[in-house]
């Protein structure tokens, strides 16, 4: 076996060889055996895997130095795949969390919704509920929107200006991925070429261990391939969609942000917003108290009934002791 892996390493450097001859006009190519001989003593320490996933069957060690030997680049070249693919290519993933008020939680959310699908976004996540001691008018929505790059910036400004609610804060990010796209490009891209490789020595492969160890390294290749595409989609996804995170709380008076306006308004503002809070903090106490009147009833029903008994049998206690008095005083007599 060690013989005829051998004959086949021989056979693949010797088309190499002649490849990069007759694409240099017969210039000289220089020896892989060094690149090879250490992808063999790597073989030989670890034993061989594809990636980070470990082979369900190791392979022997002269099949390990073939397979790693047929995809790697030439020896002496300097420059790697990965180095050769990125090229300082910008590819940006914007995201925003928003924080906002409204008076009419319904009337935002639709305007929300509307907004989203009128610059081509839709909606990937919502969130609607109540808050608070039960007061219906105590709600929130949580929304996680999807919005077209070029229009991320007109979307938020377009939310800012909304009559329908009144945005808070708004948080930003930016995170450029050209290097980690560039990186997963040029991983998919080696894999590629050995599974294509891989496939070339199966179909010359002639012994069943043989055929089993090459068909184990092209599961893992394949498995690999459809990891780094599927990691492809996904960053191809958040660089064209931006996602922007909202916020929605309903309360009786839209909050003023602080520091709009002149003097006198944010005066005013500050009046009014204090007047607000004072008003749902009564309101909420009167919330509580409906919600336990009852149980409170209960309780202080159980605590007269206790004092009543107690005070009666005082009373009794007394009376009986009045009687003892007043008979032990007419028998003295």
């Not at 022997?60 to 990125?86: F, M, Q, R």
């Not at 390294?217 to 922007?244: F, G, H, K, M």
């Amino acid at each position: 076996m060690k013989k005829r892996w051998i004959v086949i390493t021989a056979v693949v450097l010797a088309l190499m060889l002649a490849a990069c001859g007759s694409a240099r006009n017969s210039a000289a190519v220089p020896d892989a055996a060094p690149a090879a001989a250490e992808y063999k003593e790597a073989a030989s320490d670890t034993g061989y895997t594809m990636g980070s996933y470990p082979m369900e069957e190791p392979m022997t060690e002269e099949a390990a130095y073939e397979l790693d030997a047929a995809s790697a680049p030439a020896a002496g070249s300097g420059i790697s795949v990965a180095d050769k693919a990125y090229n300082g290519e910008v590819k940006l993933i914007y995201r925003a969390d928003v924080s906002a008020e409204t008076a009419q939680i319904d009337q935002a959310v639709a305007d929300l919704e509307a907004l989203a699908e009128s610059m081509g976004g839709y909606v990937e996540y919502s969130d609607i509920g109540n808050y608070g001691y039960g007061n219906s008018n105590e709600r929130y929505a949580n929304y996680t929107i999807r919005i077209p790059s070029e229009k991320y910036t007109a979307f938020l400004d377009a939310l800012n200006a909304s009559g329908s609610c009144t945005v808070q804060s708004i948080s930003k990010s930016t995170e450029d991925i050209g290097a980690q796209y560039a990186d997963t490009e040029a991983r998919l891209e080696t894999l590629r070429i050995k599974q294509e490789r891989l496939q070339e020595l199966l179909s010359q492969a002639e012994n069943m261990e043989d055929i089993i160890a090459i068909e184990n390294a092209l599961t893992d290749i394949e498995y690999q391939i459809e990891w780094n595409s599927s990691t492809l989609n996904r960053y191809d996804a958040l660089v064209n969609y931006s996602t922007v995170s909202v916020y929605l709380r309903q309360v009786a008076r839209e909050t003023q942000v602080s520091g709009s306006g002149s003097l006198g308004e944010r005066i005013v503002n500050a009046f009014h917003n204090g007047i607000s809070a004072f008003k749902t903090g009564f309101e909420n106490f009167m919330v509580f108290i409906a919600g336990a009147i009852i149980p409170l009833l209960i309780v202080i029903a159980v605590i007269v009934l206790l004092v009543r008994r107690a005070a009666n049998r005082g009373n009794k206690k007394e009376k009986k002791n009045k009687k003892s008095r007043e008979e032990a005083k007419s028998e003295e007599e």
